[in-house]
């Protein structure tokens, strides 16, 4: 529950979109399929999903298949095929006065003729090349399919920041994010949450992260069978670095001898399979939620309306030793279900093995499911699992974009997969977040034995065409530009008694709103909107802050024995219980023991996970007996409050501007927007040196 009960809030404000959204759907709907169904009980798996005359063949990879070649763009409908210029526009989108050219306009000041289109290089898009370009042309922006010798302003890349070296403008990848999703550091970065905040961040599953904790594992599972015999769980296996299902399987029992070698050997995360899963038609699904992180500085999260939901194709069953091999009706994944005889292509958003989100809710709302509250906790979840990935984020974009140096501005869009559980949408979970989510718009067809054509999937462009014209629309750098020369123009002809150009002012509306032909926006922002409910979860967002001011040399990720001295330093942290030569070895012993873990050998030091470690430590040692999040809260007031100190000593030095260290400084957390009141530094706090000891050992982080 979040604090505040911001639930209600949520879900007014999310009433009159994302609920018309679906009643929309229910319009389709009734045009579309059986008006009844919805209301039916569930009836058998296929039965109301006509087959495809054959299975679909192996289909490329659905995330960032850096292996296929751009396609040309799909069929468009005509009106989308060959864009008229807009009423009043010149085809470059500038003012049409009759009987002049645009380029010459006669008298007006050149701003009212100046706008230009927003340029976008395409040209390492990949698989989301043909929403991409469907997207330009609704925006009737101006598309280089080969990159262009002067800067563009978006750069759309399919799989990573690193697919052009740019130096300005905007680029839809932030540097790290492939790195952050994978199982392995996604775990990790959400157990520190979980650590902190267990309540809020009891959506993810149970999770032990292979082959480090196999023993724990194998002990942990053991612990609870032996209190509770009638448990009999199912976990599931999750290579590090795999995506669409690739390699993940089911397993029973921990211990079993056969397994063992392989998950004592391969990274891997496991984790307690949900094994309730809400059915529809009999069939698993999940819930694929696409994701605008727009600015990490501050940080600004948008949702899409709408998702999408992928359909498992055999029907479900509760895992037992004989199902366990299953993938048909355990993994929702396209690409692995799209082999599957029983995979439905299909015509409409609401049939098939791949559906709408809001197809799926318009059917489970005539059910009796309470859309405001799934919509509440979908933005929830979405919030705060962006809030446990944005610490390491923010290293990551000092490193490959340090403060003074040009580099474009970073946004992406990432997708969460939810799985939610049975009977009615109460509990969601997180199972996954892919930094590349599939914007593919097609699939492959056999026309004829070894036949194939890629032919459109309604229900793919309905979605993703729609989430990627409006993160462009957000993203539009020339906005405010248009709006302020429309403005200009609009007080000029106003001044004016018989304004000579009453078809520029019109014309002069267009630019204004050049968005006038398209359908409102579907991304809706959640964070800053609701930062005042969610900021207390920032805790490690700010000891990024300082993670990243004493990183010392710009560009490196990992804190060196003197950087961490100098922060204990500064903060005064130091005291006679705690002496330097302690705080030396505090550094040796964590930092050696996460690089072991990590392997990571790029740089040597200390990583953030082994700085926040450390903290917790410090913050236990220091504000005894409270809570954790309300230790480490305390030591962060400190820590801050001695820095502001310290700036403010360095300012009236004259010496202002060589302290920081990053141009990530402040997060706009309520805590730093002005220097912090001194904390209650060492409040008495009865505790033993024992107890203190149980304490750390039980908030290790590894
Ligand atoms: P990938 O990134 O390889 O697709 P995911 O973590 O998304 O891996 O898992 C693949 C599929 O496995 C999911 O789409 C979901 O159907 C299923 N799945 C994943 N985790 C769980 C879980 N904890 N419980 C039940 N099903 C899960």
Request: proline content about 8%.
């Amino acid at each position: 529950m979040l604090r505040g009960s911001p639930e209600r809030e949520l879900a007014a404000w999310w009433e009159a979109e994302a609920v018309a959204a679906t009643k929309a759907q229910a319009a389709k709907e009734q045009v579309r399929v059986d008006p009844g169904a919805a209301g039916e009980p569930e009836r058998k798996a296929g039965e109301e999903q006509p087959k495809e005359p054959a299975p679909a063949p192996p289909c490329a990879a659905e995330e960032g298949d850096a292996r296929i070649p751009p396609r040309p763009p799909p069929t468009l409908p005509v009106s989308l095929a060959k864009p008229e210029p807009a009423s009043g526009l010149c085809p470059h989108g500038k003012s049409r006065i009759k009987g002049r050219s645009c380029k010459r306009s006669s008298g007006q000041p050149d701003e009212y003729c100046s706008l230009r289109p927003v340029t976008v290089d395409s040209s390492k898009a990949r698989t989301s090349l043909d929403a991409l370009k469907i997207s330009i042309r609704q925006l009737k922006w101006k598309e280089f399919p080969f990159g262009r010798r002067l800067p563009c302003d978006i750069y759309w890349h399919g799989v990573s920041f690193h697919d052009n070296d740019i130096f300005s403008g905007q680029v839809n990848k932030f540097p790290g994010m492939t790195e952050m999703v994978r199982k392995i550091t996604l775990s990790r970065a959400v157990r520190i949450m979980q650590n902190l905040f267990p309540e809020e961040y009891n959506f993810y599953p149970r999770s032990w992260i292979l082959p480090d904790e196999f023993q724990l594992f194998v002990a942990q599972v053991q612990m609870v069978k032996d209190g509770d015999p009638s448990w009999k769980p199912t976990f599931i296996v999750k290579p590090d670095s795999g995506c669409q299902g690739d390699g993940i399987y089911l397993i029973k029992d921990p211990s079993d001898i056969r397994l063992s070698g392989t998950l004592q050997s391969r990274p891997a995360v496991v984790q307690e399979y949900i094994c309730k899963p809400l059915l529809i038609d009999k069939l698993k699904f999940d819930i694929r939620l696409y994701v605008l992180l727009k600015s990490l500085e501050p940080l600004e999260i948008y949702i899409a309306k709408d998702g999408l939901s992928r359909f498992c194709t055999e029907p479900y069953q509760e895992p037992n030793p004989k199902n366990l091999h299953h993938i048909f009706m355990h993994l929702t994944n396209y690409s692995l279900n799209v082999h599957s005889g029983n995979f439905v292509h299909s015509d409409s958003t609401s049939t098939g093995s791949k559906r709408t989100f809001s197809s799926i809710l318009y059917r489970l709302s005539s059910k009796g499911v309470d859309i405001k509250k799934v919509w509440s906790d979908i933005i929830s979840l979405v919030i705060k699992t962006v809030i446990a990935l944005t610490p390491q984020l923010k290293v990551f974009h000092q490193s490959d974009i340090p403060a003074g140096r040009p580099g474009p501005t970073c946004f992406q869009v990432t997708s969460a997969s939810s799985q939610p559980e049975f009977l009615v949408l109460t509990r969601l979970s997180l199972v996954s977040l892919n930094a590349n989510p599939s914007m593919r718009i097609e699939h492959e067809q056999e026309l004829s034995p070894g036949v194939f054509e890629n032919v459109p999937s309604l229900v793919d462009e309905e979605v993703k065409v729609a989430v990627i014209r409006d993160t462009l629309r957000l993203m539009d750098p020339l906005k405010k530009k248009r709006e302020s020369q429309s403005q200009l123009l609009g007080k000029s002809l106003a001044s004016k008694e018989n304004p000579p150009h009453s078809d520029l002012a019109s014309a002069s509306q267009g630019n204004a709103n050049p968005d006038a032909h398209l359908p409102s926006i579907c991304l809706k922002q959640v964070f800053p909107k609701y930062a005042k409910q969610f900021n207390y979860l920032r805790l490690v967002d700010r000891m990024a802050n300082l993670f990243i001011r004493f990183l010392g040399i710009k560009g490196t990720m990992k804190l060196g024995p003197t950087g961490f001295r100098t922060f204990i330093r500064s903060c005064k942290l130091s005291s006679s219980s705690l002496s330097m030569a302690a705080v030396d070895i505090l550094y040796i012993d964590i930092t050696r023991r996460w690089n072991s873990m990590t392997m990571d050998q790029r740089d040597s030091g200390m990583c953030l996970q082994a700085f926040v470690e450390a903290f917790f430590y410090l913050a236990q040692r220091k504000f005894k007996m409270l809570p954790l999040h309300e230790q480490v809260a305390s030591l962060i007031d400190l820590c801050e409050y001695h820095l502001s100190l310290l700036d403010e000593k360095r300012l009236v030095c004259g010496r202002s501007g060589t302290s920081s260290g990053s141009r990530l400084q402040p997060s706009g957390t309520p805590q730093e927007a002005a220097p912090p009141a001194p904390p209650a530094e060492g409040r008495p706090q009865p505790c033993t040196d024992g107890a203190h000891k149980v304490s750390h050992s039980r908030h290790t982080l590894s």
